[in-house]
């Protein structure tokens, strides 16, 4: 079956900006693993060809001409990128290749990823219909996040595509705009769960000797209670604790705030960039810094340091007051984490068994919960094992098969793409959701 992936975000390093293009590429990859013809177009990289193939997923760069004057990465001149996108992909994709394979008799899939791609959605869906070909294709729209929902048309939306999102946080945010889209939550990648070398972990212990570590990484955003953080480190050390914050922030302006607010609360910042990439970087950064209360890592973290990072720091702060899914909880907890995530769209945290569960702006309650934690050493390393066992039912490839292909099998109507049995029976009623109801043009 063909499947085609369209997002804004890939895997090229100028198309990653943040979780989306960890889903879409990993979504692709387990796809295309699970025998399906795999294609993802995205905003590529300018000076890599316009049509490759990795891992077996057909890489369609688009908007190449137009990324060429934007170096600074898939969102530098955003508008423009997402006007050609949704103009000149759509009949593209459609003429090459739907059409041919559908005339044949195939079935074909367009799962699209957040609101950049809303208009490309509804241009191949009035593209399809006037080849009388729509009834052969399965159109997803996902949501991740609830950026620019102000510009959607959520009622032509809901007719050319079925709409999905990545929690149930999410789903009942979306129900206050009259939709009720399904739940497909994100997976993980397999390079994740590799663990770090010993020799790593004896090296960061080491450097981090004497200190209580905690980490966070996250866009420089209020929505991610860096403030919060830095009040946990102040309160930290009125208790003589001696913590140390790893923090990797994004390009965002509010960390100057963050940065100024611990200064002004007596903590000792140091920023740390141009350093090696990876886990010698991260090594490094730590041996360098030895006394700061925060450091500020402003060097990219590949798998590899990242996974290091998790697995060492006493707790990982992945609490936000708004957070569609939680990856970063999720990657922690497979890096045998102490993942400190909050109440929103983390829905594979069960407080206390696997993860530390906060549900207030009160650096207390952090105190609080991590101090039986840290009381315990034995219940510590039970949370870690709980916490991997968790994330291993998140690899990409098991929410392909248990969760996105039975999903797809009931929507179009064919039991044969599931692993369960009797979706057939409903599946040609569910078929026409985002499938029989006119359209007009984009």
């Given amino acids: 079956m063909q499947i085609h992936l369209l997002s804004f975000e890939g895997p090229d ?105 809303v208009d490309a959605v509804l ?29 959607i048309p959520w009622d032509r939306l809901a007719q050319a595509a079925i709409i999905t999102t990545v929690s149930r946080y999410m789903k009942h945010l979306m129900w206050r705009r009259g939709v009720d889209p399904l739940v497909i939550a994100n997976g993980l990648d397999p390079e994740v769960f590799v663990p770090p070398e010993r020799d790593a972990v004896a090296a960061f212990r080491e450097q981090a000797r004497g200190r209580t ?74 041996q360098e810094n030895r006394e700061a209360d925060i450091l500020s890592l402003r060097m990219p973290l590949n798998p590899e340091a990242g996974g290091l990072l998790y697995r060492c720091s006493d707790a990982v702060l992945a609490n936000s007051g708004h957070e569609p899914f939680g990856l970063v909880g999720l990657e922690a907890m497979a890096a045998e984490g102490i993942a400190c995530v909050g109440t929103s769209g983390e829905d594979y945290a069960i407080p206390g068994h696997n993860a530390l569960v906060l549900e207030t702006n009160d650096a207390n309650e952090f105190i609080s919960v991590f101090s039986d934690l840290r009381s315990s050493p034995e219940r ?11 994330a291993e039912m998140y690899r990409w490839p098991a929410i392909v098969e248990r969760v996105l292909l039975p999903r797809l099998g009931l929507l179009a109507g064919d039991a044969s793409l599931t692993t369960g049995r009797g979706c057939g029976r409903y599946a040609g009623s569910m078929a026409t959701r985002g499938g029989s109801h006119r359209s007009s043009h984009p």
């Fill in 213 to 286: 570590v905690l980490s966070k990484v996250a866009r420089w955003h209020p929505d991610k209670r860096w403030l919060l953080a830095v009040e946990t480190v102040k309160v930290m050390k009125q208790h003589g604790w001696r913590p140390l914050l790893l923090a990797r922030g994004g390009v965002e302006p509010h960390a100057t705030e963050v940065l100024g607010a611990a200064t002004a609360a007596g903590l000792r910042v140091v920023e740390r960039s141009g350093a090696a990439p990876g886990v010698s970087g991260l090594l490094a950064a730590l």
């Fill in 123 to 151: 241009h191949i869906d009035w593209l399809l219909r006037r080849q009388g070909l729509r009834e052969q294709v399965t159109i997803l729209w996902n949501a991740n996040n609830t950026y620019s929902f102000e510009r």
């Fill in 380 to 390: 510590a390393r039970a949370m870690r094992r709980a916490a991997r066992r968790t």
């Fill in 13 to 117: 390093d100028y198309a990653r900006a943040g979780g989306i293009a960890t889903r879409i590429t990993g979504l692709a990859r387990a796809l295309a693993g699970a025998g399906n013809e795999s294609h993802l177009w995205f905003i590529g990289d300018p000076e890599l060809p316009g049509h490759d193939e990795q891992a077996d997923v057909h890489l369609h760069r688009w908007c190449r001409w137009i990324s060429r004057y934007h170096p600074g990465g898939v969102y530098d001149g955003e508008e423009g990128k997402r006007l050609d996108y949704v103009a000149s992909l759509p009949p593209f994709l459609v003429k090459r290749f739907l059409a041919p394979a559908l005339r044949e008799g195939q079935r074909a899939v367009i799962l699209a990823e957040e609101w950049h791609t």
